[in-house]
């Protein structure tokens, strides 16, 4: 029975299996259009709200659609070209001890009741 060679503690050596130089192809990934992130799904949420009419407040948009950026969110869609006003009302406060105001946001809409939408290039 062949011994097999040791090193100088005597422990065996054991040949590793050997890599080849040439490497193989890796198979094409399969390109797939990234899903939208949560910023677009959230202003393309809000943009459908502001379309149908409503008004919301910051408060609002965290409870209802949750939107914790609610004030970048309007500026993106100001950017994207829509009419965005606010206004001061009053609510109740978190208590109903008492009434405090906050900013609403709505679409502009003008003398006819047409809401102001960006133009379609």
């Known amino acids: 029975m062949d011994m097999p060679e040791t090193d100088m503690f005597g422990n065996p050596i ?24 949560e910023r677009v ?3 393309q949420a809000l943009e459908t709200f502001f379309l149908s009419g409503g008004a919301i407040t910051a408060v609002e948009a965290l409870e209802t659609m ?4 609610f004030h970048r969110r309007v ?7 829509l009419v965005i006003v606010s206004s001061w009302i009053e609510v109740k406060t978190r208590y109903g001890s008492g009434v405090t ?12 009741g047409e809401t102001q939408c960006p133009q379609e290039a």
Request: hydrophobic share 20%; charged share 35%; glycine share 4%.
């Open 75 to 81: 500026s993106d869609l100001k950017e994207k070209g």
């Open 41 to 43: 799904q959230q202003a």
């Open 66 to 69: 949750g939107i914790a950026s």
């Open 14 to 37: 054991i040949e590793k299996p050997r890599r080849s130089a040439v490497k193989e192809p890796k198979p094409e990934p399969v390109h797939e259009p990234p899903p939208p992130s």
């Open 101 to 112: 105001k906050v900013k609403q946001y709505k679409l502009h809409t003008d003398e006819t």
